[in-house]
């Protein structure tokens, strides 16, 4: 695995592992009229985050590179920023379109590294987040409106 391609790869683990925390915090402190469906639908989001996050790191130790492992780690070399408020349940939601959409773009992009250098089965593994997360952000934004 090229350097860029481990460089990228542990950036969507990075930002993997902080979203996995802004989702709990969104878990945790959701309310209003939508607590019930928003507190199920970010539990499932966080639950799918940590085999995504699992699967990367996995596949860079395949490959023989060091995945980051550490919440200091991710916070200096993620994309998203980790949660800072307890907004409104839609606020909640457009940040998480808004992480989703960012994280996204990475994977897209790793994908066309991996794919370059020939490594399909990690342009397999990023397509298959990348489709789950395009149908979460379909969902997400049918949800606002």
């Known amino acids: 695995m090229d350097q860029q391609l481990k460089d990228k790869m542990n950036l969507i683990l990075a930002?993997?592992?902080v979203f996995y925390m802004k989702l709990h915090h969104f878990?945790?402190?959701?309310?209003?009229?939508?607590?019930f469906t928003l507190h199920?639908?970010?539990?499932?989001?966080?639950?799918?985050?940590?085999?995504?996050?699992?699967?990367?790191?996995?596949?860079?130790?395949?490959k023989g590179e060091t995945p980051i492992s550490t919440l200091k780690e991710s916070l200096e070399l993620a994309s998203i920023k980790e949660a800072t408020s307890k907004g409104t349940d839609r606020e909640m939601v457009?940040?998480?379109v808004q992480d989703l959409e960012s994280i996204n773009k990475n994977l897209l992009e790793t994908i066309e590294i991996a794919s370059d250098s020939g490594d399909e089965v990690?342009?397999?593994?990023l397509l298959g987040i990348s489709s789950s997360f395009e149908?979460?952000?379909?969902?997400?934004?049918a949800f606002l409106g």
């Open 15 to 17: 930002d993997l592992q």
């Open 27 to 35: 878990h945790w402190f959701v309310k209003g009229p939508h607590f």
């Open 40 to 62: 199920e639908k970010f539990e499932e989001l966080y639950e799918e985050v940590t085999g995504h996050s699992d699967d990367v790191a996995e596949r860079l130790l395949q």
């Open 94 to 96: 457009t940040e998480i």
């Open 122 to 125: 990690t342009v397999d593994l």
């Open 135 to 141: 149908k979460h952000i379909w969902m997400y934004k």
